[in-house]
């Protein structure tokens, strides 16, 4: 891929990004971010358990190695793992009560009204 491809495949597809006030896990994947999403999303103790065994596997697993495509390594603990509006959390009760910058965030993305209440 030259320069200029990878240049552009970089910029995001909807040219566009919110700021909006977001409960995040740290950046990373480790066995505290895990316990950490769990608690966030209240999840049972079996789904933790299932979660950390599985993150004990991908640890052992190598990425594959493909002969043609050439593309920069991917650092996964640059990566946020988990993230979601703080309003979520209070699960409003109408879009009165939604935040702004998101409902102006579905309306570039075409998101029916009736979905977007299903969403906030």
Same mark, same amino acid.
């Given at each position: 891929?030259?320069?200029?491809? #990878?240049?552009?495949?970089?910029?995001? +597809?909807? *040219?566009?990004?919110?700021?909006? /006030?977001?409960?995040?896990?740290?950046?990373?994947?480790?066995? /505290?971010? $895990?316990?950490?999403?769990?608690?966030?999303? &209240?999840?049972?103790?079996?789904? @933790?358990?299932?979660? #950390?065994?599985? =993150?004990?596997? #991908? +640890?052992?697993?190598?990425?594959?190695?493909?002969? &043609?495509?050439?593309?920069?390594? $991917?650092? =996964?603990?640059?990566?946020?793992?988990?993230?979601?509006?703080?309003?979520? +959390?209070? &699960?409003?009760?109408?879009?009165? /009560?939604?935040?702004? +910058?998101?409902? /102006?965030? =579905?309306?570039? @993305? *075409?998101?029916? @009204?009736?979905?977007?209440?299903? @969403?906030?």
């Amino acid at each position: 891929m030259k320069q200029q491809e #990878l240049e552009k495949s970089k910029e995001y +597809k909807y *040219g566009f990004t919110t700021d909006i /006030e977001s409960v995040r896990a740290p950046k990373g994947l480790n066995k /505290e971010v $895990i316990r950490f999403i769990s608690k966030i999303k &209240k999840e049972p103790e079996w789904m @933790l358990n299932w979660r #950390l065994k599985a =993150y004990d596997r #991908l +640890k052992n697993i190598k990425e594959p190695n493909w002969q &043609k495509p050439k593309y920069p390594k $991917i650092d =996964y603990q640059d990566l946020y793992y988990y993230s979601a509006p703080k309003s979520a +959390k209070d &699960k409003p009760k109408s879009l009165d /009560e939604v935040d702004p +910058k998101l409902l /102006e965030t =579905y309306a570039k @993305l *075409g998101i029916p @009204l009736k979905e977007q209440e299903k @969403l906030s």
